[in-house]
């Protein structure tokens, strides 16, 4: 990226590495990421190479919990205990053996969401911005244990100087010589201020089907859903809402869903293949100061793998398989903020 204003190009954007040093997150590592173009992000390398803090021009597009960053445990594997750990961020990757409520199945025990989150990664490559602003972080992550699953991730995160998108390349493999469970889920979380009162979830949807109980079906009743309202005190706690998606895809194959808020100017649009991804949730707490929503493409189901067993929709990953998950997470202005907000 040649530019005679400029003898060094962090001077545009660029990364830095760090490890945090204080509070609960002491010891986690980090990377910073600024593309110049108004997008900054943090990529947690200890945790999954997840992204917690994302912001755009100085305005926040992430939730983040009242804990935030914990360094990694596999203490918080087990029930609901992955809540205890639950960063938010602006991605979280879920799974990769299962996904959603705990459930056992064939006397094994499967947490909350997986261990994904909890598990450090292997910095293999921190580069750029190279002469065409290419930024790149790859990381490998292994799952599992003697006699049981073994599962490894090499996830590639890429970006560039002046761009506001995120390309993330998810690539498992089953390097055991047993089949495994498997299971994938981003967690993309939004919150204030691109998250608010008016914000409008947008999607091309077939059918909007709301999780089995009382609060789901209420709040996904009609269309009124696919508008964010203010804080309330019925949302407190547990309370939430949440339901699956049947995403339609564009002409190109590739679905293409987000939140928009018009009041802001921008919004955050994620794009990913269904044939990879062929379910999507959306989730909803509109809680005083637990104020969240999260739109989360997934290959099973909300509800837990002995309930995707029973299903048939239970993926098995055999030996020396693999499974690619390609996606992108781009803020958006101007005519690509209409085009979003066309679909809400």
């Known amino acids: 990226m040649r530019n005679d204003r400029v003898i060094n190009l962090r001077q545009l954007g660029g990364m830095d590495r760090y490890i945090i040093d204080d509070g609960a997150g002491r010891g986690v590592r980090a990377v910073c990421v600024e593309t110049g173009a108004g997008l900054s992000f943090r990529v947690l390398v200890d945790r999954g190479l997840d992204i917690d803090l994302a912001s755009f021009n100085g305005r926040s597009l992430a939730f983040l919990t009242h804990k935030g960053v914990i360094a990694p445990t596999r203490g918080l594997d087990r029930g609901i205990d992955w809540l205890s750990g639950f960063a938010g961020g602006l991605l979280t990757g879920c799974g990769p053996f299962s996904i959603g409520a705990p459930s056992d199945v064939d006397g094994i025990h499967y947490g909350l969401h997986g261990p994904h989150s909890q598990t450090a990664a292997e910095l293999v490559e921190m580069s750029g911005p190279d002469e065409s602003g290419a930024m790149r972080l790859i990381g490998r992550l292994r799952y599992g244990a003697f006699y ?68 789901s079906r209420a709040r996904f009743a009609g269309t009124e859903h696919r508008r964010f309202p203010a804080p309330s ?112």
């Open 148 to 215: 049981g699953p073994s599962l490894e991730l090499v996830r590639t995160i890429t970006t560039r100087l002046g761009s506001n998108r995120i390309e993330v390349s998810d690539v498992f493999t089953n390097v055991g010589n047993a089949p495994s469970p498997h299971a994938w889920l981003l967690h993309v979380n939004f919150g204030y201020p691109l998250l608010d009162e008016g914000t409008m979830f947008c999607y091309r949807a077939s059918r909007v089907t709301p999780r089995d109980d009382e609060r």
């Open 233 to 344: 005190q019925e949302e407190c706690g547990s309370v939430h809402g949440f339901a699956y998606l049947d995403a339609i895809a564009d002409m190109d194959g590739k679905v293409r869903c987000g939140i928009g808020n018009a009041k802001l100017g921008f919004g955050v649009e994620i794009v990913y293949d269904p044939k990879q991804f062929p379910r999507l949730g959306n989730w909803q707490h509109f809680g005083p100061g637990e104020y969240v929503a999260a739109l989360e493409p997934m290959n099973g189901g909300v509800e837990g793998r002995a309930t995707d067993v029973k299903l048939g929709r239970a993926d098995t990953m055999e030996p020396g398989s693999t499974r690619r998950y390609d996606y992108s997470l781009a803020v958006v202005e101007g005519a690509e903020l209409s085009s979003l907000l066309a679909k809400s």
